[in-house]
């Protein structure tokens, strides 16, 4: 079993891998063994590693699709392949649709759903090539399938990012899969921006029936099984991890015994 998990020769992209969700996911493949290229917009201070297996850094603003074309190729003319494309980069501040300029809205849209698109076709093209073809995972959120006030592009954009896989596995099949991962809460390090302090993420981990907030490894290693042997026949799906989800209000709102 742990063989199929080997990542050995494998080159993985991981967009937005250095930080949060993304390092998580970085050095899930790395653990495994996997060449990793992270590309960013802006060179991190360091770069996940396990032991002498580091991630090497590339950088492209994954909105600009000139930079995701050279980037690409810059990437196969060093590793001589592509095997696994992590769609991870994303995110939105907070803002009241009722306000939200055109061009703010048109950004968010850009860089959760467009960019996303963009990289997969380049992506795509490489991997049809490759006689084991290639994994594709776009990273969603719980704001695809359930209300997002104060992001409401942001999750209107995951939602079609979820829907995005369902059409690009059927037409890139058999030789690439394409799957998303809705990911519910995390603790990144950016955690309190959203949650307050260590005790305002607890009581949120608290609403979680598993009784926690989702940690960054939790997201890596089903992107790891994902892009395995062992979930060869998953394409066109999305895997909701989060934790089983939030308590529907009611309950503590109802007074019935």
């Not at 490759?130 to 997002?148: D, L, M």
Request: charged residues 15%.
């Amino acid at each position: 079993m742990q063989d199929r998990l080997d990542m050995q020769g494998k080159v993985v992209i991981v967009t937005g891998g250095a930080k949060g969700v993304g390092a998580g996911i970085s050095r899930s493949f790395l653990e495994a063994g996997a060449s990793v290229a992270i590309v960013g917009r802006t060179p991190p201070v360091e770069l996940p590693a396990c032991g002498a297996n580091a991630a090497s850094f590339w950088q492209a603003d994954v909105r600009d699709y000139e930079q995701l074309s050279a980037c690409t190729d810059a990437i196969v003319a060093r590793y001589g392949r592509i095997d696994v494309l992590v769609n991870n980069a994303g995110g939105a501040p907070a803002t009241d649709a009722a306000t939200a300029s055109p061009r703010f809205s048109e950004s968010i849209i850009r860089l959760n759903l467009l960019a996303p698109l963009n990289f997969s076709q380049l992506a795509n093209r490489v991997m049809q090539q490759q006689e084991s073809g290639g994994t594709i995972i776009n990273i969603a959120s719980v704001s695809a399938i359930r209300p997002s006030p104060g992001t409401a592009a942001y999750g209107a954009a995951k939602a079609g990012l979820v829907n995005l896989c369902t059409s690009l596995a059927v037409e890139w099949a058999p030789r690439v899969r394409v799957v998303a991962v809705i990911s519910g809460l995390v603790v990144t390090e950016q955690a309190h921006l959203h949650y307050g302090d260590e005790a305002g993420i607890a009581a949120v981990g608290r609403t979680i029936p598993l009784g926690r907030m989702a940690v960054p490894a939790d997201i890596g290693n089903v992107c790891l099984f994902l892009a395995s042997p062992l979930a060869s026949y998953i394409s066109g799906s999305a895997i909701t991890v989060h934790g089983g989800g939030e308590a529907p209000a009611f309950l503590a709102a109802s007074n019935a015994d």
